[in-house]
């Protein structure tokens, strides 16, 4: 796994409530203890978010934004994995497990 993910993984992991995470100096923490409808609804939110940064940066404006936008997503959907136990390198292996298969050939066999 990328070392910055892993890295960040460990960190959210330490901020659950059950592993002694203070929702009084962490983010991470704080969104936690306001449920899994509050994670949801950050990642509902970044999604938008990122949605108008590659619109907007399609009509001019900065692409860095899309970037920043996508490391949001990314942040709160690892806040959301770990709630369900799950692990960025589980993701990657899901990916890797894609490697090669394209995406259309999958769709057809779904429809078979
Ligand atoms: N990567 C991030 C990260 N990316 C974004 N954010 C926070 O996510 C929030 C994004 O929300 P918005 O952009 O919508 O801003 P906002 O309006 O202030 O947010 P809300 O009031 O709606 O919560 C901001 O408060 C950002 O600071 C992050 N907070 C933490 N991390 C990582 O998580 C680690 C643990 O953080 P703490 O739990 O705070 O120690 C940090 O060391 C970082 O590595």
Redesign the pocket.
């Known amino acids: 796994m990328s070392q910055t993910l892993g890295?960040?993984a460990a960190?959210?992991e330490s901020?659950k409530p059950e592993n002694g995470?203070d929702p009084a100096?962490?983010?991470?923490?704080?969104?936690m203890a306001k449920g899994d409808d509050a994670i949801l609804k950050?990642i509902g939110?970044?999604a938008t978010?990122l949605v108008m940064a590659a619109k907007d940066a399609r009509h001019g404006a900065g692409s860095e934004n899309v970037l920043y936008e996508c490391?949001?997503l990314w942040?709160?959907s690892m806040v959301l994995l770990a709630r369900f136990d799950l692990t960025p390198q589980q993701v990657l292996d899901e990916l890797a497990r894609r490697e090669g298969l394209s995406g259309i050939d999958e769709k057809a066999s779904r429809k078979e």
Do not use: C, N, P, Q
């Not at 100096?25 to 969104?31: D, G, H, K």
């Open positions: 890295r960040l960190v959210i901020r995470g100096t962490s983010y991470v923490a704080r969104l950050k939110e970044e978010e490391a949001d942040f709160h």
